[in-house]
């Protein structure tokens, strides 16, 4: 008896045809749904980075690359595999 490939049946057929249907169907419902208004919060109390985001970004580079560049290097050149 012959395997049957997938999508092949009138059930393939059909549950293809559904699918597709809702890839195209859900972005249209979801933008369709009536919007949530939400009010912004007030700031209770400032954050303490100020300006230092862009200082901590370059820092935190830094300990990763210096990290990479330490850690011992256990090549020795031979193949993992056998």
């Known amino acids: 008896m012959g395997r ?3 999508g092949t049946g009138t059930f393939g057929k059909v549950a293809l045809a559904l ?3 809702s ?3 859900a972005p249209a419902a979801a933008q ?3 919007p949530i208004k939400r ?3 007030q700031v209770v109390k400032p954050s303490k ?3 230092n ?3 901590l ?3 935190s580079i830094a300990v990763v690359a210096a990290a990479i560049a330490l850690l011992p290097n256990s090549d020795n050149g031979d193949p993992v595999s056998p």
Do not use: D, E, K
Request: hydrophobic share 60%.
């Open 53 to 55: 985001a862009t200082l």
């Open 23 to 25: 890839l195209i169907v």
């Open 4 to 6: 049957m490939r997938l």
């Open 49 to 51: 980075l100020n300006g």
């Open 19 to 21: 699918a597709s249907a």
């Open 57 to 59: 970004f370059f820092l």
């Open 39 to 41: 009010g912004s919060a």
């Open 32 to 34: 369709a749904q009536t």
